[in-house]
């Protein structure tokens, strides 16, 4: 009988390269990714955003510290002229 490995919590290298080449090639269908004024990082956590993750669930699946998913946000939000996480998200959302 085969043994099954736990899982170390870290998402499977994988899907991070998954994230990271979905973050770095805009599909035109997805507004979020197909944006120019936000970096390839900001990308992969505002589309975390959209699934309606909090700050510290971001951190954990990016491997980030919770500070750094604040100021990737409030980068954001200065950029987008957004005043709280559901203007931003909205404001992504516009083509």
Do not use: W
């Amino acid at each position: 009988m085969r043994k099954l490995r736990r899982s170390s919590g870290r998402c499977p290298a994988s899907a991070e390269a998954f994230v990271h080449a979905a973050a770095e090639r805009p599909d035109e269908k997805d507004p979020i990714l197909s944006r120019e004024d936000i970096s390839p990082r900001e990308k992969e956590v505002a589309k975390l955003l959209e699934q309606g993750m909090t700050n510290l669930e971001i951190a954990a699946r990016l491997y980030l510290s919770e500070a750094t998913v604040k100021k990737h946000m409030k980068s954001m939000m200065t950029k987008l002229n957004a005043a709280n996480r559901t203007q931003l998200l909205k404001r992504l959302l516009e083509s």
